[in-house]
């Protein structure tokens, strides 16, 4: 029996009132041969029918192309699964609309996988790999298991560190990759795991250069009063100055509303504003002191209902941090996440209590200072800070 055949086309019986026809996968067996649309319609002048792919230029063409290979790819492992009996159409039509059966398309398969991994892992991991998979799908919209490959990893790795990325970021990317990548070859979808002949550096020793001392602190802030840079760069710079002065990570910076700044009176009869919340990550809850007037007019003012900051992303922020360190003449590797280093390196030289340091920024409890957390009050944050660093 002759096997099952099938082809990317143009449907040429029908044309819109646009002018536009209709991209199909045209299925053979049995003597019998069916369309099926793919719901993408193209002027034939933006279809390359060599290479059956919308041409580039056009609106939304990536998604097309990655639409395209996803469904052909299933497709013809479907024929190939069948190769001695071919699949009667409605047959071959439901196990082609199966999102999971013969899915050759690693994203789709992998976000399958951490929804189950939800029972199991902590929140906080969760939306790490969610975020990991957000981004190598703007870099790559296309992947496949076939694609995954040393290779592949090399390039991935090349492309992080040109984004801006420092190095111990882009191996912590690396390591919850390899863990995903894990997963495909336990499903038998991969045969083995590229990573075996990639080292994953697990300690990336931070140096002088990846945080700020507290005179380059001033350069900034004064670049930031002078109102040296103007809209989204001084903005950036103001989130960057509140960071260094605070310990708040990049990811808190988006939920942080004014009803989060609440006011604590200490027995002295002083006021002073404390930021609680949660951090995105861990999910422990963090208490920041705000005892200087320069953090305060960072924060500026507001409805409690408004947001405080509406930071940019990850890497444009990064990028205009780049291009400040360079005007200012400072001579350092910085990215957005150095300000929490830099406050932590500050408060150390300074002689603040290292128990005080870590419930500022919210660490994760059951480390070795957890028993420090239940005997802190408030009001010792905020006099050890006020008494020991006021910017």
Not at 180 to 200: C, H, Q, T
Not at 322 to 331: N, S
Not at 345 to 374: F, P, Q, S, V
Not at 378 to 384: G, L, P, R
Request: proline share 3%; glycine share 4%.
């Amino acid at each position: 029996m002759r096997k099952a055949t099938i082809q990317i086309e143009l449907r040429k019986d029908y044309v819109t009132r646009e002018g536009k026809q209709m991209v199909c996968l045209r299925y053979t067996a049995h003597r019998r041969s069916t369309l099926i649309s793919l719901n993408i319609s193209v002027f034939p002048k933006h279809w390359n029918n060599i290479s059956k792919t919308v041409r580039g230029g056009i609106h939304r063409c990536d998604f097309y192309n990655k639409t395209i290979k996803e469904i052909y790819n299933k497709a013809d492992n479907l024929v190939m699964e069948n190769y001695f009996k071919p699949l009667p159409f409605p047959e071959f039509m439901n196990k082609l609309m199966d999102r999971n059966h013969g899915n050759t398309d690693f994203y789709t398969f992998i976000e399958d996988e951490i929804e189950l991994l939800k029972a199991s892992r902590a929140s906080g991991t969760i939306a790490n790999y969610y975020k990991l998979i957000n981004t190598m799908k703007k870099w790559r919209p296309i992947l496949s298991f076939e694609d995954i490959t040393l290779d592949y990893i090399q390039r991935f790795h090349k492309h992080e560190l040109e984004s801006g990325n420092i190095l111990s970021t882009v191996y912590k990317k690396h390591s919850n990759f390899k863990f995903l990548v894990g997963l495909a070859v336990d499903k038998e979808k991969l045969s083995k795991n590229p990573y075996e002949k990639f080292e994953i550096k697990k300690n990336i020793k931070a140096q002088n250069n990846d945080v700020l001392t507290e005179e380059e602190l001033k350069k900034l802030q004064i670049a930031y009063d002078e109102n040296k840079y103007e809209e989204g760069k001084h903005e950036v710079l103001r989130e960057f100055l509140f960071s260094c002065y605070t310990s708040l990570s990049f990811a808190e910076f988006s939920v942080l509303t004014y009803d989060d700044l609440k006011p604590l009176q200490l027995k002295d009869g002083q006021t002073y504003a404390m930021l609680y919340n949660e951090r995105t990550k861990t999910s422990v809850a963090y208490k920041i002191p705000i005892v200087s007037p320069t953090v305060v007019k960072l924060l500026g003012d507001g409805e409690s209902f408004q947001k405080i900051f509406q930071p940019l992303t990850n890497q444009p922020t990064n990028r205009y941090l780049k291009e400040i360190m360079t005007d200012l003449k400072i001579k350092k590797t910085i990215t957005f996440h150095r300000a929490r280093h830099t406050f932590r390196t500050i408060t150390a030289k300074r002689g603040i209590r290292d128990g005080i340091a870590e419930r500022i920024m919210g660490h994760a409890e059951g480390n070795d200072i957890k028993d420090i957390y239940t005997h802190l009050h408030d009001e010792d944050i905020i006099m050890e800070m006020a008494d020991k660093w006021v910017v």
